[in-house]
Each structure stands twice: as structure tokens, then as C-alpha cells.
């Protein structure tokens, strides 16, 4: 999510729309009005940025006010995929994840947020899937072939 905001007329958009498009593609663009309340133009992708933090922000508010239970349980309750983590995975999960939240609110950077969120969700699929129960045959260095250069 953007936080560059640029300031342009209303005129300035009819004369050079295709200029304020550009900018707007990058950043929200606030246009002035002499005949009513300004307007912020942006593109799709930051309006879906911004109600996807405010929709977590629910989420985690929610969980967060709510005192009937450890943190990690309330949060698997939102976030089933969850259950898939062992207890003290479930516990660091649902810590980093507010940690995270919290950094993306204060930044208005989503993908701080979701980076951990995806992170956190697609281990818990391996787990569920039985990735990490097998034993790991790692190679040997020692009769690594090397490239030639």
C-alpha cells in the first residue's frame, strides 16, 4: 500500500489525464475540487490492499479483545489451518503474526502481514500434507561434483 500522495486539480486532471493516470497507477493521487469535497484516485490494487488490512485488521482485533483462551487457540479459530502446527508452533505462529500485523498497520505495508501469513499457512499445508516427517538424506559435500568455470 502506497503512502506517496500527490496533490492535482481537478483542471490539471482534464488537461492531462493520462499524466494523473500514471501516478495514480503508483500512488493514491488527491484531487482537488473547488466545487466539492476532494477525491482520491488509486488504482484497484491499492483499494483491495487496503480493505484486505482492514479485513485482517478485524480479524485480529477480534482475536486479540477476546480473553477466553491462550492467544493461539483463539487464533486457530479464525485460522483453522493452524491446527495442522504443533502447540508451540501454533504459539510462535499466532505471536508473529501480530508482530507482523502490527508493523504492516503502523507502515501501511500489507505484504508484511501477508508475507508471514503465507508463510505460516503453506507450512502448516506441508505439515498437513507430511512433508517433515520423513527423515532428510542430505547429499555429501565431500563427493559433490564441482562445475567448471
Known amino acids: 500500500m502506497a503512502t506517496i500522495v500527490e496533490t492535482v486539480q481537478s483542471s490539471e486532471l482534464s488537461r492531462n489525464s493520462l499524466s494523473v493516470f500514471k501516478s495514480a497507477e503508483a500512488h493514491p493521487v488527491v484531487v482537488t475540487r473547488r466545487d466539492g469535497e476532494n477525491l482520491v484516485l488509486m488504482s484497484e490494487?491499492?483499494?483491495?490492499?487496503?480493505?484486505?488490512?482492514l479485513e485482517l485488521a478485524a480479524q485480529l482485533?477480534?482475536?486479540?479483545?477476546?480473553?477466553?483462551?491462550?492467544?493461539?487457540?483463539?487464533?486457530a479459530e479464525r485460522f483453522p489451518?493452524?491446527?495442522?502446527?504443533?502447540?508451540?508452533?501454533r504459539a510462535q505462529c499466532a505471536q508473529e503474526l501480530?508482530?507482523?500485523?502490527?508493523a504492516s498497520f503502523a507502515t501501511k505495508q500489507l505484504h508484511l502481514v501477508m508475507q508471514e501469513l503465507t508463510?505460516?499457512?503453506?507450512?502448516?499445508?506441508?505439515?498437513a500434507a507430511g512433508l517433515g516427517s520423513e527423515p532428510v538424506d542430505w547429499?555429501?559435500?565431500e563427493f559433490a561434483v564441482t562445475r567448471p568455470e
Open 81 to 89: 489451518w493452524m491446527y495442522a502446527l504443533d502447540p508451540v508452533a
Open 139 to 141: 547429499v555429501n559435500l
Open 45 to 53: 490494487r491499492e483499494a483491495s490492499s487496503q480493505t484486505q488490512l
Open 61 to 75: 482485533i477480534a482475536v486479540t479483545t477476546d480473553t477466553d483462551g491462550p492467544l493461539h487457540d483463539r487464533m
Open 119 to 127: 508463510a505460516w499457512r503453506e507450512t502448516a499445508t506441508a505439515i
Open 98 to 102: 501480530v508482530d507482523a500485523a502490527r
